[in-house]
């Protein structure tokens, strides 16, 4: 009989195991390891428990997590509290899409595909680009391969980046660009923004790329166009890192001059999760669909004349010759595509039109009403979206600070010492639909509050 119910082993099958290794029992396969190393004892936990024991303890442990639904998060800087429809766990929690895997059998894949042909769909008509990928691990990572992309095709081994690009995916950037031999030059920021006087003193004839993000980590909206008639004037490519949603309000990159749009759609109905996984999207102009990374579906007809889909470019180190490949993403995020899918189905071109009138409108009534504040001021002038920096008073500990917040019911901002140490004490907030009137007015009387 099994001790177990979900172990699937019988005390039977370990005895054979042991035999076929030539072991009598568990403790002979650590033998190799020194005792003064292994641990000695017990472990200090609890003694098992049955199955309603269990499930409430690990309750009470989730209980202890300041989650968006119990609390009115303010917390942004990459991460974003959107609504998510209902309708979108409802279609991925279909067995034929939670359980699919990579659809190399176009005959039995044929759902799947159209799936992920929707949204490289989606994602054109957002960001004005020509071919878009079947989805990336995350916005980072898409502009990590977009900065590769742009080495390879310029053969220039120098690429440069805003300052006011989120400092994780500069990270990420750097990490790739290590390995590739590519130079990462980084620009400063002028009032939250790209300082351009500075950028085209960096721009040169070795210059492959220009990386920017718009809306940037501050929230503020680049001068995507200007930016990209410096870098063309070198003959570079310039890479814009885009909030999907804003793209709702803002002009899309590609009609701005961008040769290569990424971002992250985590805010296109994908939950936060407490930090991810979330969703890349990739998308370029049409003379570099062919050093794509990753994968793209196509849309053909079978021999009877039949509308089908198929993986048609797939320019990776396991299909082509290695030496030959653009990239080796070994996937793609298929199911939180599918939800992004499902969020721009729903939502329409009105709703998406709708969705970023209220994020601007609700982050700009509480910058005015953060603004207020004795001692508190916007950090920068320049246009944004739904993210704003705010200056606190000298000597405030913004660590104190979340902690008297969340203690109110509030998630707090992103603290900005961590990375801008030069714009001193300074909080990033985010404001989504999600936020009503009575959440930003409390949370600026809390705030006034704790200062």
């Given at each position: 009989m099994?001790?177990?119910?979900?172990?699937p082993?019988?005390?039977?099958?370990?005895?054979e195991?042991?035999?076929?290794?030539?072991?009598?029992?568990?403790?002979?396969l650590?033998?190799?390891i020194?005792k003064?190393?292994?641990?000695?004892?017990?472990?200090?936990m609890s003694?098992a428990?049955d199955?309603a024991?269990?499930l409430?303890?690990?309750?009470n442990?989730?209980?202890k997590?300041?989650d968006?639904?119990r609390?009115?998060?303010f917390?942004?800087?990459?991460?974003?509290?959107?609504?998510v429809p209902?309708?979108?766990?409802?279609v991925i929690?279909?067995?034929?899409?939670?359980t699919?895997?990579?659809?190399?059998?176009p005959?039995?894949?044929q759902g799947?595909?159209?799936a992920?042909?929707?949204?490289?769909?989606y994602i054109?008509?957002?960001t004005?680009?020509?071919?878009?990928?079947?989805?990336?691990y995350?916005?980072?990572?898409?502009?990590?391969e977009?900065?590769?992309?742009a080495?390879?095709?310029?053969?220039?081994k120098?690429?440069?980046?805003?300052a006011?690009v989120?400092p994780?995916?500069r990270?990420?950037?750097?990490?790739?660009?290590?390995?590739?031999?590519?130079?990462?030059?980084?620009v400063g920021?002028?009032?939250?923004?790209?300082?351009l006087a500075?950028?085209e003193?960096l721009?040169?004839?070795?210059?492959?790329a220009v990386?920017v993000?718009?809306?940037?980590?501050?929230?503020?909206v680049?001068?995507?166009?200007?930016?990209g008639?410096?870098i063309?004037?070198h003959?570079?490519?310039m890479?814009v890192s885009a909030?999907?949603?804003?793209?709702?309000?803002?002009?899309?990159p590609?009609?701005?001059g961008?040769d290569?749009?990424?971002?992250d759609?985590?805010?296109?109905?994908?939950?936060?999760?407490?930090?991810g996984?979330?969703c890349?999207?990739?998308?370029v102009?049409?003379?570099?669909?062919?050093?794509?990374?990753?994968r793209?579906?196509?849309?053909?007809t079978?021999k009877n004349g039949k509308r089908?889909?198929?993986?048609t470019?797939?320019?990776?180190?396991?299909?082509?010759?290695?030496?030959?490949?653009t990239?080796?993403?070994?996937?793609?995020?298929?199911?939180?595509?599918?939800?992004?899918?499902?969020?721009?189905?729903v939502?329409?071109?009105?709703g998406?039109?709708?969705?970023c009138?209220?994020?601007?409108?609700?982050?700009h009534?509480a910058?005015k009403?953060?603004?207020s504040?004795?001692g508190?001021?916007?950090a920068?002038?320049?246009?944004?979206f739904?993210?704003?920096?705010?200056s606190?008073?000298?000597?405030?500990?913004?660590?104190?600070?979340n902690?008297?917040?969340?203690?109110e019911g509030?998630?707090g901002g992103?603290?900005?010492?961590?990375?801008?140490?030069?714009?001193?004490?300074?909080?990033l907030?985010?404001v989504?639909?999600?936020?009503?009137?009575?959440?930003?007015?409390r949370?600026a009387e809390?705030?006034?509050?704790s200062?």
């Amino acid at each position: 009989m099994k001790k177990h119910r979900y172990i699937p082993m019988t005390e039977q099958n370990e005895r054979e195991m042991l035999a076929a290794v030539g072991a009598e029992n568990i403790e002979d396969l650590f033998v190799d390891i020194p005792k003064n190393v292994r641990y000695q004892g017990t472990l200090p936990m609890s003694s098992a428990l049955d199955e309603a024991g269990l499930l409430r303890h690990m309750t009470n442990l989730a209980g202890k997590n300041a989650d968006s639904d119990r609390y009115a998060s303010f917390l942004g800087a990459g991460l974003y509290d959107h609504q998510v429809p209902v309708v979108i766990n409802h279609v991925i929690s279909r067995s034929e899409f939670y359980t699919a895997y990579t659809p190399y059998q176009p005959e039995v894949s044929q759902g799947e595909l159209q799936a992920i042909f929707e949204f490289q769909s989606y994602i054109c008509e957002l960001t004005g680009m020509e071919v878009a990928n079947a989805s990336m691990y995350d916005g980072a990572t898409a502009m990590a391969e977009a900065a590769s992309l742009a080495g390879g095709a310029t053969r220039r081994k120098k690429i440069v980046i805003s300052a006011t690009v989120h400092p994780e995916t500069r990270e990420v950037v750097r990490t790739y660009a290590y390995g590739l031999g590519i130079e990462v030059v980084e620009v400063g920021f002028d009032n939250g923004v790209t300082d351009l006087a500075q950028l085209e003193g960096l721009i040169d004839g070795d210059t492959a790329a220009v990386l920017v993000q718009s809306p940037n980590f501050f929230g503020a909206v680049e001068n995507v166009r200007a930016i990209g008639d410096l870098i063309h004037a070198h003959k570079g490519l310039m890479v814009v890192s885009a909030n999907p949603l804003s793209l709702g309000a803002l002009e899309a990159p590609g009609k701005l001059g961008a040769d290569i749009t990424v971002g992250d759609a985590q805010p296109l109905g994908i939950s936060g999760s407490y930090g991810g996984p979330t969703c890349g999207y990739f998308a370029v102009s049409k003379e570099l669909m062919r050093k794509i990374p990753g994968r793209i579906v196509g849309q053909t007809t079978d021999k009877n004349g039949k509308r089908g889909f198929v993986l048609t470019l797939q320019a990776r180190e396991q299909h082509i010759r290695r030496d030959k490949a653009t990239s080796n993403i070994c996937s793609n995020q298929a199911l939180l595509a599918l939800s992004a899918s499902v969020y721009l189905s729903v939502m329409g071109r009105q709703g998406m039109i709708d969705v970023c009138d209220l994020n601007l409108k609700k982050s700009h009534y509480a910058a005015k009403q953060l603004g207020s504040i004795q001692g508190v001021r916007l950090a920068f002038q320049a246009p944004y979206f739904n993210e704003f920096v705010l200056s606190l008073p000298e000597g405030t500990d913004l660590n104190e600070l979340n902690e008297k917040l969340l203690e109110e019911g509030f998630i707090g901002g992103y603290d900005l010492s961590r990375d801008y140490p030069e714009l001193g004490p300074a909080m990033l907030i985010a404001v989504t639909e999600r936020r009503s009137k009575e959440d930003i007015d409390r949370f600026a009387e809390i705030l006034e509050g704790s200062l």
